[in-house]
Every structure is written in C-alpha cells, then in structure tokens.
C-alpha cells in the first residue's frame, strides 16, 4: 500500500459522521470537549512569567504616542540620527558574500566555521598568540557563549568541599542575564560587590573582599571591558592585583567581552585585561560576542573559548564542548561568522572596521562628555564627573528608580529604572531635552547612597 492509500483512507474516515476517528477527531478540535480538555489540562496550570525588563521597556517605548519620547534604554549602538547603523566595512563584506557564487547554505560544523573561529580568537587574545592550547567554538553571541561555557564549568569544575553545586560569582551588578543563564546551567550564582553607589564608582576594595572570602575554586565571571551597566573598569594596577588574589585562592576566571574595539575604539587596548590574564598563567573561559562592535546583533555571532594547558587538553576539552553543543542548537547560524571571516581576512575590510569602530566610540565618548556639559548649563549643581570616567556604550548615572520612573512618566524618557542611560540614545536633538528631564527629577536630590 503507498501513502497515499493512507492518505485517502483518512479523508474518507474524517467526511463519514458515524466513524469513531472522526468524532474524536472533531472533539480534539472543540476547545470545550472533554477529550480537549483532558489532554491540555497541564497548560491551564502554568502561570505567566515575568516580562523581560529591558525588552519590555522597548516595547512600552515603541508604543508611546509622544513626539517627545526618547530611548535611552537600548543596548544597541545608534547614529547621530537615531537611526541604526550597519557599518560601512560589514555592508562591503556582505555585498561580497552575496555576489560569491561558491557560498552556499550548508550546516556548519557543530563547532562552527574553524576559520572565523581562528580570526575572532586572535582578534581577542592577540595575533601573536599561541592557539594551539585554545580550544575555540563559534556561538549563539555572548549569551550562547556564557550558555556553553557556564554548562561546562557546572559538570567539569570541582565543588569546592560542602557544596553541592559549583559557585560562580558575578559583579553586583552585572547584565541582567547573567543571572538567569548560569541559574540554568545549574551553578550557584553568588555576588561580589563592584559598584559602590556612595562614590557612583568602582568598589574596589569591596570586591578585593568578597573575592577573598568566596570558597578556593569558585568560577568569577569578570567584564573584559566597558562593564555593563556601570562603566567603570579597574585600573591595570587593580587588574593585576585581581589576578594575584584569585591564583592565591585558586579560582576559575570566565571573562565575557562584548565590547571589544567599541569601549575605547581600540581593539588592542579594549582587550588588555583579559591578554595580561593569560599571560599570567589562568587559564580561562572567554565568551566573545560581535553583536555591539561590529553591530552583529541579530546575526547571533560569537565564539566560547578555553585555555587549556597543551594541545592535548584542547582535544578533550573540544570534544566535550561539542556535546554540550549538539543537543542544544546542533551547528551555529553561517551569515554573520562569515562576515567577520570576510572582514579579518581582508586587510582593506580590516582598516576599514578599525575606523567604524573608532568612530561609534568617539561619537559614545562626546555624547558622554555633552551630557555633562549640558547639565551644568541648564542649572545642575550635581557633582556628574563620574559619567565622564566611566567607558563604553552606558552611563550609570546614580538616579533613583523613583528618578527614573518620573523621567518617562513625565518626560516620555524609557530607561532602566537602576539610573543606566545608553548614550548611544542620545544625538544632538534630544540631549537637551534629556538633560533639562534629568535635572528636574534630581534637583535638588542625591544621586549618591
């Protein structure tokens, strides 16, 4: 018999109104049957989650009808007009990919494309790096890759003794995501203070502490760079006390860098906290993401890197990231790795990026500067150099949740409600506008613990 004999017997079974398929056929269709209702009652009993906060604001955002509204809340790099920006060198490589007629759509391997997983491990570590001990796979971005390596640290990493889960400590705060993903990945998810609000800057000496007290052989997760949401990162004198004080207590270190090249507008020098690591001796997990510095951020393209102790290591440690991989997401999306192997392997393309990326660097840096400027022009008595210290795409301005919410119940201004303003939102036709808000809303109030 074909399948379509098959086919035609279940036509036929479905129009007669006596045949016992049809009628629970048709019963299964009805929403008010019991034979529905018996098979879906477990959905009536899961209760709604929570919205994600920052897309929530977005979508609060694109739904308000003021002509005023502005939004300071997205993580996503913009022009002086507001508008998304695809980089110039990015556009060229993609017009390249489409006019090659050898690429074609075919499953990357489970590691992805080793090519573009080579190039964005050298533009991380260095191009005089040894790559040999590496081992290196191309992810879903950043998030994939804290996914992947947080799923490796929870099964390899020894429990340090009387715990029954292996504890990762994070900045207070962090990205709000971190949170969620090593929870996930079945990790004791702990705190380490960072950002003390009495000054709005890098608490040092706090996290000095709380490094110190956590158990030998926990996992700390460290910013590689422009420190989300606060900006502040440690001095190169800090870092290299940071290093000494987790090789004393034998801890892991998984750096996450997402903002490489767009921090400062330099690569290499974005990139020196994590290179000094390494060359320390710690052997660490990166995960690298090329959603904000080479505006990739739909593309899903990063890598999760080990750094083992010899080419060996690299082998096992490979093979055991590749079946963490497979049961996930099987391979990675090809268009965006492709990009980034278009653009790093053409010493053109390569300029060409160097200079986007300084320039969505200057253009954060002198909205960074202008803001301040404006706030002591339109009348604030508020001490706001700490905005001008701090590095990278958001400012933590040290505004109250109760600031915050005022700011876009009045003013049509959406932003996180922890005081962290995207410059990147900003442009010379509403950083006035934004400015006179802010300094209603604080005049006159602390914007300090």
Sequence with gaps: MSISFFSKLALALLATAQSPFATYAFAMMDPSSPATKLHSSYLSSIPEGPPDAILGIAEAFKSCTDERKVNVCVGAYRDSSGKPWILPSVRKAEERLLADASVNKEYAPIAGDAKYVELALGFAYGADQDLSSVAGVQSLSGTGACRIGGHFLAKFVPKPEGLDKVPIYIPDPTWGNHIAIFKECGMDVRRYRYYNAATNRLNYDGLIEDLKSAPDGSVILLHACAHNPTGCDPTMDQWKAISELIKAKSHHVFFDSAYQGFASGDAEADAAALRFFVAEGHRILLAQSFAKNFGLYGERTGTLSVVCNSPEERSAVMSQLKLIIRPMYSSPPIHGSSIVKTVLTDEGLTGEYYGNCK?????????????????????????????????????????????????????????????RISLAGLNDGNIEYVAKAIHDVTDGKKITA
């Design 359 to 419: 320039e969505m660097a200057e253009r954060i840096l002198s909205m960074r500067v202008k803001l301040v400027e404006v706030l002591k022009k339109v009348g604030s008595t508020h001490d706001w150099s700490h905005v001008t210290e701090q590095i990278g795409m958001f400012a933590y301005t040290g505004m109250s949740s109760d600031m915050c919410d005022q700011l876009t119940s009045k003013y049509s201004i959406f932003l996180t409600r922890d005081g």
